[in-house]
C-alpha cells in the first residue's frame, strides 16, 4: 500500500480532498475566474476592463484636509474623491490575530516613539505628501479608504516595509510544519525595519522559494520607493495585477488538478507566470477551444444563475432569501420543502446545517460584506444552536476576508461581519430598476384608482367654473380597473361636478403615473 501510494505522489495524483478546478473566462471587456471543487462553483471573481479594481493598490497622496471630529484626513490619490484615511489606519498596526508572532533573533536597538492618535495630524500636517495603500474601495458615494500600513504580497509571503513584525498564518496547523517555517523565517535576510508574514501557500514550500519570493518583494518595493521620490503628489506608485495574475498568485497552487482558459495568449501568459513557481502547475494549464461558451460547457454559468437568485434552494428542499439593504444584508431560512421526518428538531438541525454550508459559499460567491444578519429555523436544544454555530465558523476559515461570528442569540438570530473591501457583485452588475426605483414593488391599481379620483375631485372643483371636459391618460391596467370596476364611481364624479371626463391608455405610460387635461386646450393640469 506504501509503495502504491508513493507511485500516486510521484506521479502528482493527490491521495484524497475533492477535485479543484479553475476555469478562466478571458474577453475584451471582463475576465473571470472560477473555481469548482467537484463541480460545484466555490470561488468567483471577475474583473471589467472600465472598473480596475484598486484595492491593495499604492499611491502617492496628499492630504487635503483634516476633519478632527471625525478624527480622519482625506487624502487625494487622483481619484474623484478624496480617499479616506482615519488616525487609526495612520498608525503602526498590530499583527492580525490570524497570524502568530515570531521574533527573531536579530532585534533592532533603536526604540521607536509610540505613536498615538494625537500625534497624526502634525505627522502629516494639511498639504503633506503621504504615502497610502487601498484597503476598500469607492462603494456608493463614498470614496476609498486607505491606510498608512503598506504591505506588498508575494505568492508566498507578505511584506510590510514600515513594520518590523514576523508572523506565519495560523491557517498551517501542521505543529512541525510550523516549527520549520519559523527556522526559515529567522533565517531570512531581511532589511531592519521591515516584517514579513507567511502565508498559507508557504506550507510545504522549499526555503529557496521564499528567498526568491522576499527577493522579488523587495525590488518592488524599490521601485515604489523611487516613484514616491520622483512622482508628483496624488500619483499611482503599485496597483495590484490584473486578476489573472492574481489568480496565479492566490489560487494557482499544488491542491488545482486543472486550469482551463479560453485564451491562448492569456495561456501562455499564465505558464511564464507560474514556470519559476511550479513545473506540475504549468502541465495542469490548458487552451480551451470548444465551440461552446467555456463557462456554459463547464457547467459555471447555470450554477451563477442559480446562486444569484433572490431564493436560493438547499439540497433538503429548504431554502434561503437572501435580500441586500444599505444597512445590512439579510438572510431568511425557511424550510420549504423538507418537511423531514418524524424527528422535527432532526429536520430542523438539517436544515440550518445546509444553510450554513450554502450561507458561507454565499458570501464568498457575491462578495457581500458589512453586517449580516442570519434568521436560522428556530431550534429549542442549545446544543443544536451551538452545532450550527460552530460549523459556521468553520466553514468561515477558507474565506480570504475577514469575518467575526457571534453565537445564535435568543430569538434566532446570527449576526456577523464580513470585510467589505469592495461593493458586492450585484451592487457592481446591476442598476436600480428605473419602473420601482429600486423598491421591487410598485403601486396596485387600486391604489392608484383611488389616487386618481382623489386628483380628479381637487382639479375639477378648482376649475369648476372654466373647465368642462377632462382628458384622463392612464396605464391599460388601471384603465381595465377603471371599466369594470369603478366606473360608478366616476360617473358619480361627474354628475357631481356637471363635466364629462374620457379615457385613454398608453402602454408607455408608468403605471403609478396619469395625465390629466383640458380636453379642449389639451393644457394639463396638476394638482
Given at each position: 500500500?506504501?509503495?502504491?501510494?508513493?507511485?500516486?505522489?510521484?506521479?502528482?495524483?493527490?491521495?484524497?480532498?475533492?477535485?479543484i478546478k479553475?476555469i478562466?473566462?478571458?474577453?475584451?471587456?471582463?475576465?473571470?475566474?472560477?473555481?469548482?471543487?467537484?463541480?460545484?462553483?466555490?470561488?468567483?471573481?471577475?474583473?471589467?476592463?472600465?472598473d480596475?479594481?484598486?484595492?491593495g493598490?499604492?499611491?502617492?497622496?496628499?492630504?487635503?484636509?483634516?476633519?478632527?471630529?471625525?478624527?480622519a484626513m482625506?487624502v487625494?490619490?487622483g481619484?474623484?474623491?478624496?480617499?479616506?484615511?482615519?488616525?487609526?489606519?495612520?498608525?503602526?498596526?498590530?499583527?492580525?490575530?490570524?497570524?502568530?508572532?515570531?521574533?527573531?533573533?536579530?532585534?533592532?536597538?533603536?526604540?521607536?516613539?509610540?505613536?498615538?492618535?494625537?500625534?497624526?495630524?502634525?505627522?502629516?500636517?494639511?498639504?503633506?505628501d503621504?504615502m497610502?495603500?487601498?484597503?476598500?474601495?469607492?462603494?456608493s458615494?463614498?470614496g476609498?479608504r486607505?491606510?498608512?500600513?503598506?504591505?506588498l504580497?508575494?505568492?508566498?509571503?507578505?511584506?510590510?516595509?514600515?513594520?518590523?513584525?514576523c508572523?506565519?498564518?495560523?491557517?498551517?496547523?501542521?505543529?512541525?510544519?510550523?516549527?520549520?517555517?519559523?527556522k526559515?523565517?529567522?533565517?531570512?535576510?531581511?532589511?531592519?525595519?521591515?516584517?514579513?508574514?507567511?502565508?498559507?501557500a508557504?506550507?510545504?514550500?522549499?526555503?529557496?522559494?521564499?528567498?526568491?519570493?522576499?527577493s522579488?518583494?523587495?525590488?518592488?518595493w524599490?521601485?515604489?520607493?523611487?516613484?514616491?521620490?520622483?512622482?508628483?503628489?496624488?500619483?499611482?506608485?503599485?496597483?495590484?495585477?490584473?486578476?489573472?495574475?492574481?489568480?496565479?498568485?492566490?489560487?494557482?497552487?499544488?491542491t488545482?488538478?486543472?486550469?482551463?482558459?479560453?485564451?491562448?495568449?492569456e495561456?501562455?501568459?499564465?505558464?511564464?507566470?507560474?514556470?519559476s513557481i511550479?513545473?506540475?502547475?504549468?502541465?495542469?494549464?490548458?487552451?480551451?477551444?470548444?465551440?461552446?461558451?467555456?463557462?456554459d460547457?463547464?457547467?459555471?454559468?447555470a450554477?451563477?444563475?442559480?446562486?444569484?437568485?433572490?431564493?436560493?434552494w438547499?439540497?433538503?428542499?429548504?431554502?434561503?432569501?437572501?435580500?441586500?439593504?444599505?444597512?445590512?444584508?439579510?438572510?431568511?431560512v425557511?424550510?420549504?420543502?423538507?418537511?423531514g421526518?418524524?424527528?422535527?428538531?432532526?429536520?430542523?438541525?438539517?436544515?440550518?446545517?445546509e444553510?450554513?454550508?450554502?450561507?458561507s459559499?454565499?458570501?464568498?460567491?457575491?462578495?457581500?460584506?458589512?453586517?449580516?444578519?442570519?434568521?436560522?429555523?428556530?431550534?429549542?436544544?442549545?446544543?443544536?444552536?451551538?452545532?450550527?454555530?460552530?460549523?459556521?465558523?468553520?466553514?468561515?476559515?477558507?474565506?480570504k476576508?475577514?469575518t467575526?461570528?457571534l453565537?445564535?442569540?435568543?430569538?434566532?438570530l446570527m449576526?456577523?461581519?464580513?470585510?467589505?473591501?469592495?461593493?458586492?457583485l450585484?451592487?457592481?452588475?446591476?442598476s436600480?430598476?428605473p419602473?420601482?426605483?429600486?423598491?421591487?414593488?410598485?403601486?396596485?391599481?387600486?391604489?392608484?384608482s383611488?389616487?386618481?379620483?382623489?386628483?380628479?375631485?381637487?382639479?375639477?372643483?378648482?376649475?369648476?367654473d372654466?373647465?368642462h371636459?377632462?382628458?384622463?391618460?392612464?396605464?391599460p391596467?388601471?384603465?381595465?380597473?377603471?371599466?369594470?370596476?369603478?366606473?360608478?364611481?366616476?360617473?358619480?364624479?361627474?354628475?357631481?361636478?356637471?363635466?364629462?371626463?374620457?379615457?385613454?391608455?398608453?402602454?408607455?405610460?408608468?403605471?403609478?403615473?396619469?395625465?390629466?387635461?383640458?380636453?379642449?386646450?389639451?393644457?394639463?393640469?396638476?394638482?
Open positions: 500500500m506504501n509503495v502504491i501510494e508513493t507511485v500516486k505522489r510521484f506521479l502528482g495524483v493527490r491521495k484524497k480532498g475533492p477535485k479553475l478562466i473566462s478571458s474577453e475584451k471587456l471582463e475576465k473571470r475566474v472560477a473555481l469548482l471543487e467537484d463541480g460545484q462553483l466555490e470561488e468567483y471573481s471577475i474583473e471589467r476592463e472600465t480596475r479594481n484598486i484595492v493598490g499604492i499611491f502617492k497622496g496628499k492630504v487635503r484636509n483634516i476633519e478632527h471630529g471625525l478624527k482625506f487625494d490619490i481619484y474623484e474623491k478624496n480617499a479616506f484615511l482615519h488616525f487609526w489606519d495612520a498608525m503602526p498596526a498590530a499583527l492580525d490575530s490570524g497570524i502568530e508572532a515570531v521574533q527573531r533573533s536579530k532585534t533592532s536597538s533603536v526604540v521607536k516613539k509610540k505613536i498615538t492618535a494625537k500625534d497624526i495630524p502634525s505627522i502629516y500636517p494639511v498639504g503633506s503621504v497610502v495603500q487601498v484597503t476598500k474601495g469607492p462603494i458615494n463614498k476609498p486607505v491606510t498608512t500600513n503598506i504591505s504580497a508575494g505568492r508566498y509571503m507578505v511584506l510590510m516595509p514600515f513594520n518590523d513584525q508572523g506565519i498564518s495560523r491557517k498551517i496547523e501542521d505543529i512541525k510544519e510550523r516549527q520549520r517555517l519559523r526559515i523565517l529567522t533565517e531570512l535576510s531581511l532589511p531592519d525595519g521591515m516584517g514579513i508574514i507567511i502565508r498559507t508557504g506550507e510545504g514550500q522549499k526555503a529557496r522559494f521564499f528567498v526568491r519570493d522576499l522579488l518583494l523587495l525590488d518592488q524599490k521601485q515604489i520607493e523611487t516613484g514616491m521620490q520622483e512622482k508628483p503628489a496624488a500619483s499611482t506608485l503599485m496597483l495590484e495585477p490584473d486578476l489573472i495574475a492574481r489568480t496565479v498568485r492566490d489560487f494557482l497552487t499544488e488545482v488538478d486543472e486550469v482551463q482558459i479560453d485564451d491562448l495568449k495561456v501562455e501568459r499564465m505558464q511564464t507566470l507560474v514556470t511550479s513545473k506540475r502547475a504549468r502541465k495542469a494549464i490548458h487552451h480551451y477551444s470548444g465551440t461552446k461558451p467555456i463557462f460547457y463547464f457547467g459555471v454559468q450554477q451563477i444563475d442559480k446562486a444569484f437568485l433572490r431564493q436560493v438547499l439540497p433538503c428542499g429548504g431554502y434561503l432569501v437572501i435580500d441586500e439593504t444599505e444597512a445590512m444584508i439579510t438572510i431568511d425557511n424550510t420549504g420543502r423538507n418537511k421526518n418524524k424527528d422535527m428538531e432532526k429536520t430542523l438541525l438539517q436544515t440550518n446545517l444553510a450554513v454550508d450554502e450561507i459559499r454565499q458570501l464568498r460567491l457575491r462578495n457581500i460584506g458589512g453586517l449580516i444578519v442570519c434568521d436560522f429555523i428556530d431550534m429549542k436544544s442549545r446544543k443544536d444552536q451551538q452545532t450550527v454555530y460552530h460549523r459556521m465558523r468553520d466553514r468561515l476559515k477558507r474565506d476576508a475577514r467575526h461570528v453565537p445564535i442569540s435568543a430569538l434566532g449576526e456577523m461581519t464580513r470585510q467589505r473591501a469592495q461593493e458586492s450585484s451592487s457592481s452588475h446591476y436600480p430598476c419602473h420601482c426605483g429600486g423598491k421591487g414593488v410598485v403601486k396596485s391599481v387600486m391604489t392608484m383611488v389616487e386618481l379620483q382623489r386628483a380628479l375631485h381637487t382639479l375639477m372643483k378648482r376649475h369648476q372654466e373647465v371636459e377632462f382628458k384622463v391618460t392612464v396605464h391596467d388601471l384603465l381595465t380597473r377603471l371599466r369594470n370596476e369603478d366606473d360608478e364611481l366616476l360617473a358619480d364624479i361627474q354628475r357631481r361636478y356637471s363635466s364629462r371626463l374620457s379615457f385613454r391608455s398608453d402602454a408607455t405610460l408608468h403605471i403609478e403615473k396619469f395625465i390629466i387635461t383640458n380636453a379642449v386646450t389639451n393644457q394639463e393640469l396638476t394638482v
